[in-house]
């Protein structure tokens, strides 16, 4: 089955949104474009741009898209993403620029009416452009840059019967680098302002075009004779603020810049309403002239606060900006802003940077993100998807890793609304500009040092990138780059006037594992490791006080892996010894990290299928342990910590909570139960049990429940105590030690450890299986075939009730993974968010989860049921 034909079918999300903060009049050129290699082309610019010039066999383009994806979509290359088949696609290194060189051409009505000015503004192309309109050419000089956002006023140039054309000449990037299997390639691929990962990393394969293309999205804008542009809101939110309660006032400072179009002055007012009230001032331009205009302070009483995810609510304000000339208004925007305020101190017992919100220090779980698809297909629906991923993680902070872009105003908008913290990388990395000594590299340190060429280009697309993100809640620190800083003359540039300047209220790190953000007292990168490990690792070696990246595996389930694994490669990946790659080349095409022989203790796997449902165990207590073992050293040895990576943006078999399809795997639910904001959990290492609170309250009258249970399904009551922990602290409770000895010598034993409040709801439900003697998992191995009893009903449009029970006398129903199916075709409906998954559920005991899918209205639907003893069932929804 194909990639194209899976995303299209379960996730439908090549439909592209409009941005919340919306001018007064503008609409986007997201239809009916047409595209032509400029190798087949004969006609210029200024003939393509005439309406009467004749598009014959014109290709339908995706914009906003890349030349791969409109390709792609026409059926002209197979899916990149599947099997090999990246490898039958051209790449430009070999084919030489011309071959990716597209004309882009769109046919749109309008027209100015009287005093009108008409825009034409495009959010991002790779790499450099010319634009042509009715025959004209639109922009004086070549315009250059992926990151850079461009704004041109076409009303002179629109026909007078309001039909009119569009064209554009998109050309690659200049230097394309050589796809030589290095991190980045040969690494001149850093010598553009541009993605770095498209000539491949350890993580993906080459994108064959570069990513060129009209790549973000293309907006028609009206506005009368001032164009109010690049808004900026300041929130200072003073003091130790407590979510939830009364709040002393916040103070709001708000700006924008005002371009008056005409060779005349002109007289107005800027203004704003906000929380019901009006903060105006009178402007007056100069003819032809753009000025920032500040606006009075505004104090802003019992605000509603914007906190992080686990920590309070993440209220949003409308706010909305106008600029009117004698009542009448030219020009405004609509933005949706967090009142909220970010604070970093230096933690001197760790040594180590700590992150505060409002006054409230947080202890830091993140993610890496790569980006959300490696080909450029973006959309509101799937940044939704992937960022309520990481809030169900309990996660706070995702990191955008410097080898990719400054991150779309779409995914800062979920992320204001799911409350996680975003570091913003600017695009360095270590391996392209010249860390480190590497024979795969076509240049040497000193040169790769200076990267990009145009230095002046990177300064003027990270100016328009702070002024592009800056007014996100989420958006809390910014990032020199990927393990290395940038040349001198851009950090100083960044750090000495760009951020005082523009963005002024935020932290900025000067590269992504600097001493300034973690003393790096163990010497190397100051990051890692990366890999499988054995969980007692992350309990009892102490790594980089703040980690920036963390890694492990995180291969999906087999229904995963068949989506994109020829059937012939659907097999147990066997390493190659003395490399990291194994004897199927597929798996080693996607970049599959071994397991090592953590599956063994389980039994030999026998199957993929068997190897792939063994992962998950393994993935499972991977990600819980990482998680647990740093936050039971929070404050003490760690002030945070990043996983490197929760997520792919293509079909990758390494590193990532869910798979390419938005089809999570056991790591995520692993990772969420270890996060639990208040936390109850077992120390493999020394048979502690332990709690870790990571709120802002004290936690009063706990009930701390600890129940062993055998194979047979036989429970043991170890403690039932209550307990107190203080705010955003960890806590050591008991040992276990003579009890895991006693009970779990021969065959293992499962352990349940959960907090109940004083209504006795559970606060953190922890389950934990526990090996022999040996270290091997045989009691699991004999584990008898047991029922699970399942009840579903709708209780609303987008959500489902599951009640998972278990007679008295079985044993327990072990690690049951489940699935929303379509009753039609038989295939998972994707995304669908669980309460929890991978569940296991103990003699009469039971359990209720939560499914959450969006056209559940309007799917048939059953739920599939399929655990490590529990025979596969699929469930009718009532």
């Given amino acids: 089955m194909s990639l194209k034909f899976l995303v299209v079918k379960t996730c439908v999300f090549l439909l592209f949104s409009i941005h919340i903060a919306q ?26 741009s005439k309406t009467s010039y004749k598009l014959k066999k014109w290709m339908p383009a995706t914009v906003p898209g890349t030349v791969l994806t409109t390709l792609l979509n026409n059926e002209e290359i197979p899916d990149p993403f599947y099997g090999m088949n990246n490898e039958k696609i051209k790449d430009i290194y070999d084919t030489g620029r011309e071959y990716y060189t597209y004309w882009f051409v769109k046919d749109f009505k309008e027209s100015a009416k009287s005093g009108e000015q008409v825009w034409l503004n495009f959010r991002g192309i790779n790499y450099s452009v010319d634009v042509f309109i009715n025959g004209e050419k639109v922009n004086k000089e070549l315009f250059k840059g992926m990151y850079l956002r461009k704004q041109f006023n076409i009303t002179k140039l629109l026909a007078a019967n309001g039909e009119n054309r569009l064209a554009v000449l998109v050309h690659p990037a200049d230097a394309v680098g050589n796809p030589n299997g290095g991190q980045g390639g040969d690494g001149t691929i850093a010598k553009g302002v541009a993605l770095q990962y498209t000539a491949g990393w350890d993580w993906i394969q080459p994108v064959r075009d570069r990513n060129t293309g009209i790549w973000d999205k293309v907006f028609i804008e009206k506005t009368q004779a001032v164009n109010l542009k690049n808004p900026h809101i300041v929130t200072l939110v003073p003091g130790k603020r407590t979510p939830g309660t009364e709040q002393k006032p916040a103070t709001i400072q708000v700006s924008a810049e005002l371009q008056n179009t005409q ?9 704003y309403e906000l929380d019901g009230k009006t903060i105006s001032s009178p402007v007056t331009l100069s003819a032809n002239e753009i000025k920032e205009i ?30 009117s000339i004698n009542g009448t208004v030219s020009d405004s925007e609509k933005l949706s802003i967090g009142v909220r305020e970010i604070q970093t101190s230096w933690n001197e017992h760790t040594r180590s940077k700590q992150i505060a919100v409002n006054g409230q220090k947080l202890f830091i779980k993140g993610g890496n993100w790569i980006i959300s698809d490696a080909m450029l297909r973006f959309s509101q629906a799937r940044y939704d998807a992937e ?24 995914f800062y908008e979920s992320c204001d609304k799911y409350g996680l913290l975003v570091i913003q990388d600017f695009w360095m990395s270590g391996d392209c500009n010249g860390r480190w000594v590497d024979p795969m590299k076509k240049e040497d340190q000193w040169t790769r040092r200076q990267y990009p060429d145009d230095h002046e280009l990177f300064i003027q697309s990270a100016t328009d990138a702070v002024k592009m993100l800056r007014n996100y809640a989420s958006l809390a620190i910014w990032c020199g780059g990927n393990e290395i800083t940038p040349p001198a003359d851009i950090l100083s540039a960044l750090k000495d006037s760009i951020l005082p300047k523009y963005d002024n209220t935020r932290w900025f790190i000067d590269y992504s594992n600097s001493d300034e953000m973690s003393y790096n007292f163990k010497g190397g990168n100051g990051d890692g490791p990366y890999g499988i490990q054995n969980i007692h690792n992350f309990w009892e070696e102490r790594t980089w006080p703040f980690n920036s990246e963390i890694g492990s595996i995180g291969t999906g389930d087999a229904v995963s892996l068949k989506r994109f694994l020829p059937k012939e490669n659907q097999v147990i990946p066997q390493e190659l010894e003395g490399t990291e790659k194994v004897e199927d080349k597929v798996w080693s095409y996607h970049k599959y990290i071994d397991y090592a022989n953590f599956l063994e203790p389980y039994g030999t796997p026998t199957d993929m299928e068997d190897f792939a449902t063994k992962a998950q165990l393994v993935n499972y207590n991977q990600y819980r342990g990482l998680i647990e073992g740093f936050s039971s050293h929070m404050w003490d040895w760690y002030t945070g910590v990043i996983i490197w990576k929760t997520q792919n943006p293509w079909t990758a078999l390494r590193g990532q909570m ?20 208040i936390h109850a959990m077992y120390d493999p290492v020394k048979h502690n049990i332990m709690i870790a609170n990571n709120s802002f309250e004290q936690q009063h009258d706990l009930m701390l429940r600890l129940t062993a249970y055998d194979m047979e399904g036989n429970s043991k009551l170890i403690t039932q105590v209550f307990n107190y922990i203080e705010p955003s602290s960890v806590r050591q409770i008991m040992s276990v030690e003579r009890y ?7 065959n293992g034993i499962f352990l349940s450890v959960q907090l109940l409040d004083v209504n006795q709801e559970l606060v953190s439900d922890n389950f934990y299986w526990l090996p022999d003697a040996t270290g091997n998992y045989s009691g699991l191995q004999s584990l008898k075939k047991t029922s699970l009893t399942a009840e579903a009903k709708k209780t ?34 994707l995304p669908t968010f669980f309460s929890d998954n991978y569940v296991s559920v103990t003699p009469g005991g039971k359990k209720k989860i939560t499914l959450s899918y969006d056209k559940l209205k309007t799917t048939s639907a059953q739920i599939e049921i399929e655990g490590w003893n529990v025979p596969k069932q699929m469930l009718d929804i009532n």
């Avoid at 869910?658 to 904001?677: M, T």
């Avoid at 895991?740 to 021969?746: R, S």
Wanted: hydrophobic share 35%; with cysteine.
């Fill in 740 to 746: 895991i000895e006693e009970l779990g010598t021969e």
């Fill in 658 to 677: 869910y798979d390419y399809y938005l089809d999570p795997n056991a790591c995520l639910y692993g990772l969420r139960s270890g996060s639990e904001p």
């Fill in 387 to 410: 960022i309520r991923f990481h809030r169900d993680m309990n996660l706070n902070l995702i990191r955008i890793w410097g080898g990719a872009l400054p991150e779309r105003p779409e």
């Fill in 294 to 323: 500040s606006l009075p302070d505004f104090t802003l009483e019992n605000p509603k606060l914007w906190w992080p995810n686990g920590y309070g609510e993440q209220n949003l304000y409308d706010l909305d900006l106008k600029f």
């Fill in 23 to 48: 001018a007064q009049n503008r609409y986007e050129l997201n239809s009916d474009w047409f595209c032509n290699p400029i190798k087949e082309t004969k006609a210029n610019g200024y003939q393509l």
């Fill in 263 to 271: 060779a005349t002055p002109i007289s107005g007012t800027l203004q």
């Fill in 796 to 829: 609303s449009a987008t959500q489902i009730e599951l009640i998972l029970t278990v007679p008295e006398e079985n044993t327990v129903a072990f690690f049951n993974r489940i699935s929303l199916i379509d009753t039609k075709t038989g295939e998972r409906l």
